[in-house]
């Protein structure tokens, strides 16, 4: 077994690979770019290299520099972790010319999967059903438009050495196509370095599967149960699950034999992932395989016991599989959800900064249910403008999806985040949508449940009174906490009535609260005057606490808990809402308050995030149409198109192209 082994990757990746190499004796080498000098992996490592500026393709793209890494800190064996090189055949080849060993399949395996035009090739030769589409060189945008017609809209336009959602556009017309073949080529370069894309026709209302393999260096391959991966953005996954909801045992076994079937041709020796795409009857086509451990590997690791990093580094030490198909169960069910630094509210949009407040929920096995956080960043750490703006992936699992399910909108609402914008409202949202929660899912869950993005809302009829009650309670505890403060001038005994007017934004519940022993009663007064039954609140929750952690009427409940003027800002179940509390008195005044209007800044167009310029499509003086393309932004490897969204007449342009701006920098303004 191997002494000493570098990560060749960053972030959230590197810090889960150097815990199992941890626990299995085996040192760490870190690699860091300047912008990640203070990163978690580098402080969880053993040892660690630098190895350049901030950009990836200076430093973490740089095969030499890595193979230099492993020179001068004695590392054996490289884990390239998912991204960067983790799919590149020249890298696995340069580290055997330096003779070191790649933690993950060999090279030839790589060349035959990893392309995803030679991948479905291959697939054709060894008769898997693929999706009808074009692998071959695709020359231009005209040339584009040509092949999508042919094969008929909607099609997929794909980076073939793409990964992540990178590289990928769905196009209904020809315009589209046109549009799309430049944004996704320009991706697949900033992303991949190299540009070459494939056109494929798009399923509609298709299910993502994906099966994960796993071969050694003697030929054998057994498969690990299927991911349901079909909720997705932008194609790039946001929620993972194993098992599918969709597929029965008979179903699961003919996609796991067609996998292994599939790797067998390749020789496949290390962890893998076939992907296909599913029709809701449950027929499927080969779509891809990734050759490297996938982003969600964790639910299955949850769901079968085999931790896939384990068994990368002992297959790639030349040991034998101990396991064999027969001995593969699934045990339960485990839900994965991505959380990113972006901004739900704003049309997902990056968002970077420092993370002043970062509180996970625990992680733990108690009563049936395990919580996990893989995550590569810590309180204080820096959310850069140069890489994935992933910050944690939190994974739980039950022996049912119902329980999964819950366990994880639990610990979506204890995961307390500041300083940055982030998804979890998002993500609560999600994980209570009736229909998420019955399993009738596609790939276009998302466009299809919020066709106008993700928007605030107003909590409503339970969740309204649960969210006044859990205000009312952290009130009522602040004003005890005061009553006791010590030196107050002596008088009469402060009264405090039972009576509150709780706002929602504008919306009123009024309520009374009152305390019983240990706990808190609350009691909402009905719309005819009466008093409502009595629900009963049982929390340790003391100021300062960032999450209200208790139960109400015996059902566990969280809430992310921030201090506003005169109430609190509580965020729960994809809510997340200004409260106010105040006595009888105090509500008397405040209704007369009169509301303050938001400012217009509909003529200026400003940028949504930190980011480059990488074009502006307009002049001053041009006329333009709503929907027309006024800019283009590159952050975080993703270029952002922006469009007007009425029609009008640019009167000034401020940026140009190759500029980098600041979130809300003015770029033009209209007329």
Same mark, same amino acid.
């Given at each position: 077994m191997f002494k000493r082994i570098l990560i060749a990757n960053r972030g959230e990746i590197a810090c889960r690979i150097i815990k199992t190499a941890?626990?299995?004796?085996?040192?760490?080498? /870190?690699?860091?770019?300047?912008?990640?000098?203070?990163?978690?992996?580098?402080?969880?490592?053993?040892?660690?290299?630098?190895?350049?500026?901030?950009?990836?393709?200076?430093?973490?793209?740089?095969?030499?520099?890595?193979?230099?890494?492993?020179?001068s800190s004695g590392a054996e064996a490289v884990h390239p972790g998912y991204g960067f090189l983790s799919e590149r055949e020249a890298f696995p080849r340069a580290l055997e010319k330096a003779g070191i060993v790649f933690i993950g399949p060999n090279p030839g395996a790589i060349a035959a999967m990893g392309d995803k035009i030679e991948s479905k090739k291959a697939a054709a030769n060894a008769d898997v059903s693929t999706v009808p589409g074009h692998l071959g060189v695709i020359e231009d945008a005209k040339h &584009?438009?040509?092949?999508?017609?042919?094969?008929?809209?909607?099609?997929?336009?794909? /980076?073939?050495?793409?990964?992540?959602?990178?590289?990928?556009?769905?196009?209904?017309?020809?315009?589209?196509?046109? @549009?799309?073949? @430049?944004?996704?080529?320009?991706?697949?370069?900033?992303?991949?370095?190299?540009?070459r894309v494939f056109i494929e026709k798009f399923i509609v209302d298709p299910r993502h599967i994906e099966i994960q393999v796993l071969g050694d260096k003697h030929g054998n391959v057994i498969y690990l149960g299927e991911r349901e991966c079909s909720i997705q953005r932008r194609n790039q996954k946001v929620i993972?699950?194993?098992?599918?909801?969709?597929?029965?045992?008979?179903?699961?076994?003919?996609?796991?034999? %067609?996998?292994?079937?599939?790797?067998?041709?390749?020789?496949?020796?290390?962890?893998?992932?076939?992907?296909?795409?599913a029709g809701q009857d449950k027929s499927f086509y080969f779509l891809e395989m990734n050759t490297r451990l996938q982003v969600e590997h964790p639910v299955t690791e949850l769901v079968t016991g085999i931790d896939l990093v384990e068994q990368m580094i002992r297959v790639a030490a030349g040991e034998k599989l101990t396991l064999a198909q027969k001995d593969v169960t699934l045990t339960g069910w485990a839900v994965?959800?991505?959380?990113? &630094?972006?901004?739900?509210?704003?049309?997902?949009?990056?968002?970077?900064?420092?993370?002043?407040?970062?509180?996970?929920? /625990?992680?733990?096995?108690?009563?049936?249910?395990?919580?996990?956080?893989?995550?590569?960043? %810590?309180?204080?750490?820096?959310?850069s403008i140069y890489y994935d703006p992933m910050i944690a992936k939190l994974v739980t699992h039950a022996p049912s999806r119902a329980a999964a399910v819950e366990a994880q909108s639990m610990a979506l609402d204890a995961f307390y985040i500041d300083g940055i914008r982030h998804n979890i409202p998002f993500l609560s949202a999600l994980m209570n949508h009736p229909r998420w929660r019955e399993g009738r899912l596609s790939t276009g869950f998302i466009a299809e449940e919020f066709p106008r993005g993700f928007t605030a809302r107003a909590p409503e009829g339970e969740v309204a009174r649960r969210m006044a009650a859990v205000a009312a309670a952290i009130d009522?505890?602040?004003? @005890?906490?005061?009553?006791?403060?010590?030196?107050?001038?002596?008088?009469?005994?402060?009264?405090?009535?039972?009576?509150?007017?709780?706002?929602?934004?504008?919306?009123?519940?009024?309520?009374?609260?009152?305390?019983?022993?240990?706990?808190?009663?609350?009691?909402?007064?009905?719309p005819e005057g009466a008093m409502g039954h009595p629900h009963h609140l049982a929390s340790s929750w003391k100021p300062g606490d960032p999450v209200w952690h208790g139960k109400i009427d015996g059902l566990e409940v969280a809430m992310q808990v921030r201090p506003v003027l005169n109430g609190f800002r509580l965020a729960?179940?994809?809510?997340?809402?200004?409260? %106010?509390?105040?006595?009888?008195?105090?509500?008397?005044?405040?209704?007369?308050?009169?509301?303050?209007?938001?400012?217009?800044?509909?003529?200026?167009?400003?940028?949504?995030?930190?980011?480059?310029?990488?074009?502006?499509?307009?002049?001053?003086?041009?006329?333009?149409?709503?929907? @027309?393309?006024?800019?283009?932004?590159? &952050?975080?490897?993703? %270029?952002?198109?922006?469009? /007007?969204?009425?029609?009008?007449?640019?009167?000034?342009?401020?940026?140009?192209?190759?500029?980098?701006?600041?979130?809300?920098?003015?770029?033009?303004?209209?007329?």
């Amino acid at each position: 077994m191997f002494k000493r082994i570098l990560i060749a990757n960053r972030g959230e990746i590197a810090c889960r690979i150097i815990k199992t190499a941890r626990r299995m004796g085996i040192e760490t080498v /870190a690699v860091y770019s300047e912008a990640d000098r203070d990163a978690l992996h580098v402080e969880m490592a053993d040892d660690a290299v630098f190895i350049g500026p901030p950009a990836a393709a200076e430093s973490y793209l740089m095969i030499d520099k890595i193979v230099e890494a492993c020179r001068s800190s004695g590392a054996e064996a490289v884990h390239p972790g998912y991204g960067f090189l983790s799919e590149r055949e020249a890298f696995p080849r340069a580290l055997e010319k330096a003779g070191i060993v790649f933690i993950g399949p060999n090279p030839g395996a790589i060349a035959a999967m990893g392309d995803k035009i030679e991948s479905k090739k291959a697939a054709a030769n060894a008769d898997v059903s693929t999706v009808p589409g074009h692998l071959g060189v695709i020359e231009d945008a005209k040339h &584009a438009v040509k092949i999508a017609e042919a094969i008929g809209y909607p099609v997929m336009i794909k /980076a073939s050495a793409g990964g992540g959602g990178k590289g990928m556009r769905i196009a209904h017309s020809k315009a589209e196509v046109a @549009e799309g073949f @430049e944004l996704a080529k320009a991706e697949a370069k900033s992303s991949f370095g190299d540009d070459r894309v494939f056109i494929e026709k798009f399923i509609v209302d298709p299910r993502h599967i994906e099966i994960q393999v796993l071969g050694d260096k003697h030929g054998n391959v057994i498969y690990l149960g299927e991911r349901e991966c079909s909720i997705q953005r932008r194609n790039q996954k946001v929620i993972e699950e194993a098992p599918s909801p969709l597929l029965d045992e008979t179903t699961r076994r003919k996609m796991g034999e %067609q996998a292994v079937a599939l790797a067998k041709a390749v020789k496949y020796d290390s962890a893998g992932t076939v992907e296909f795409v599913a029709g809701q009857d449950k027929s499927f086509y080969f779509l891809e395989m990734n050759t490297r451990l996938q982003v969600e590997h964790p639910v299955t690791e949850l769901v079968t016991g085999i931790d896939l990093v384990e068994q990368m580094i002992r297959v790639a030490a030349g040991e034998k599989l101990t396991l064999a198909q027969k001995d593969v169960t699934l045990t339960g069910w485990a839900v994965e959800s991505r959380l990113y &630094a972006e901004d739900p509210f704003r049309n997902f949009l990056p968002s970077v900064g420092r993370l002043v407040k970062y509180r996970p929920p /625990a992680e733990r096995k108690a009563d049936g249910v395990t919580v996990r956080n893989d995550t590569g960043v %810590q309180e204080g750490g820096e959310i850069s403008i140069y890489y994935d703006p992933m910050i944690a992936k939190l994974v739980t699992h039950a022996p049912s999806r119902a329980a999964a399910v819950e366990a994880q909108s639990m610990a979506l609402d204890a995961f307390y985040i500041d300083g940055i914008r982030h998804n979890i409202p998002f993500l609560s949202a999600l994980m209570n949508h009736p229909r998420w929660r019955e399993g009738r899912l596609s790939t276009g869950f998302i466009a299809e449940e919020f066709p106008r993005g993700f928007t605030a809302r107003a909590p409503e009829g339970e969740v309204a009174r649960r969210m006044a009650a859990v205000a009312a309670a952290i009130d009522h505890v602040l004003g @005890e906490r005061k009553r006791q403060i010590s030196g107050q001038m002596i008088g009469r005994p402060v009264f405090r009535e039972r009576r509150r007017a709780v706002w929602l934004d504008r919306e009123e519940i009024a309520l009374e609260i009152g305390r019983e022993a240990d706990h808190l009663v609350v009691q909402f007064v009905e719309p005819e005057g009466a008093m409502g039954h009595p629900h009963h609140l049982a929390s340790s929750w003391k100021p300062g606490d960032p999450v209200w952690h208790g139960k109400i009427d015996g059902l566990e409940v969280a809430m992310q808990v921030r201090p506003v003027l005169n109430g609190f800002r509580l965020a729960h179940q994809g809510f997340d809402v200004a409260i %106010q509390i105040f006595t009888e008195r105090e509500a008397a005044a405040a209704r007369l308050m009169p509301v303050a209007a938001a400012s217009d800044s509909g003529k200026k167009l400003l940028c949504p995030m930190p980011g480059l310029v990488v074009s502006i499509a307009v002049s001053e003086g041009q006329e333009v149409k709503a929907g @027309e393309t006024l800019a283009v932004i590159e &952050a975080m490897k993703m %270029q952002n198109v922006l469009r /007007a969204e009425q029609d009008g007449t640019v009167k000034k342009v401020y940026a140009a192209a190759g500029a980098t701006l600041a979130v809300d920098a003015l770029i033009l303004e209209f007329a």
